[in-house]
């Protein structure tokens, strides 16, 4: 049936028809690559926090791409540019991720192409004790420290031009920053006051609050509230 398949589709096609592979694209450079960072992954680490497990499909589109590159053209961690002020900002996991796009063979001959054997090398998990939104204290597991900082730093270095003012100096026009201090209006002092009626339990502050948000609280959201504000200070 596929072999069927594929022979009527072949048939359909125009010499005005392209694919990906016809292009031949030996070399892809992706600004603002951070938007791509959100690659398909497994482990066994599930329910830690701060690992998103779900991918985004621009970012597979864009892992799919470069491996097709790399086998049409023969190319070993070669073939992709990326540009990102920010490609690691939220997850341990967008380390893996930015070092398994660029250098794959380099991490399977080290022996850690999967995130597991990766956050087994270079990530440390902590189980600490948290508040939950409702007031309640859970256990909760983080990759809380980078170890074999020296191995990663310099793996990093390996595939990243770093740039910044030491490097590479931007003319910037001089700038006179005037700060005014401008008074609350009428409505801005009424809120404050209702806000901070809310925040001690006034009842009339409440129910102002709950006309003005279009939300009701009750009893033990202000207690898990006041809890948690108290825990806080």
Known sequence: KLENLFAKQNKQKTKSSYDFSSLDIDHIFVDESHIFKKMPFTTIHHGVAGLDMNPSER?????MIVRSLRKNHNLVDKGLTILSGTHISN???EIFHLFNLIIPQKLKEMGINTFDRFAKTFFQKESQSEISIGGKIKEKERFRYIVNVPELKSLYMSIAHVVNDSNFKVPTPNVKNIYEIIEPNFQQEKFNDI?????????????????ITNKNYNDDQLVSGESQRSNSM
């Open 59 to 63: 970012a597979m589109h864009l892992s």
């Open 91 to 93: 997850s341990m996991a």
């Open 195 to 211: 806000l901070v009626g809310f925040i001690e339990g006034d009842n009339d502050a409440i129910n102002e609050f709950e006309k």
